[in-house]
Nanobody
Framework: QVMLVESGGGLVQAGGSLRLSCAAAGSILSINVMGWYRQAPGKQRELVASITDGGSTNYADSMKGRFTISRDNAKKTVYLQMNSLKPEDTAVYYC??????????????WGRGTLVTVSS
């Protein structure tokens, strides 16, 4: 079994910062892409940022320059540093990973999500 556990969400004022963490656990051989998605009330889930095991990153346009994704492969953990937060960043943030299991099979895994609320 493989699971992702997010932490770091909460309430912050506009202009503030938060750092999200997501740790993978279970029968994992390696992890390819790890990413963060978010879903605001009444909206579809959207990509925030992703990072490969080699460190290549990809960001949604609205997050470029404000959010930074990073990962620690040894800890099987991905981070999202969010600065200059805006009320429209309010959403549930989900961690996602493309995991290679000990059986060498691939599995896409989602975390349960962590709520980020930005007050104006």
């Amino acid at each position: 079994q493989v699971m992702l556990v997010e932490s770091g969400g909460g309430l912050v004022q506009a202009g503030g910062s938060l750092r999200l963490s997501c740790a993978a656990a279970g029968s994992i051989l390696s992890i390819n892409v790890m990413g963060w998605y978010r879903q605001a009330p009444g909206k579809q889930r959207e990509l925030v940022a992703s990072i490969t095991d080699g460190g290549s990153t990809n960001y949604a346009d609205s997050m470029k320059g404000r959010f930074t994704i990073s990962r620690d492969n040894a800890k099987k953990t991905v981070y999202l540093q969010m600065n200059s937060l805006k009320p429209e960043d309010t959403a549930v943030y989900y961690c996602n990973a493309d995991v290679v299991r000990l059986t060498h099979s691939h599995l896409e895994v989602w975390g349960r999500g962590t709520l980020v609320t930005v007050s104006s």
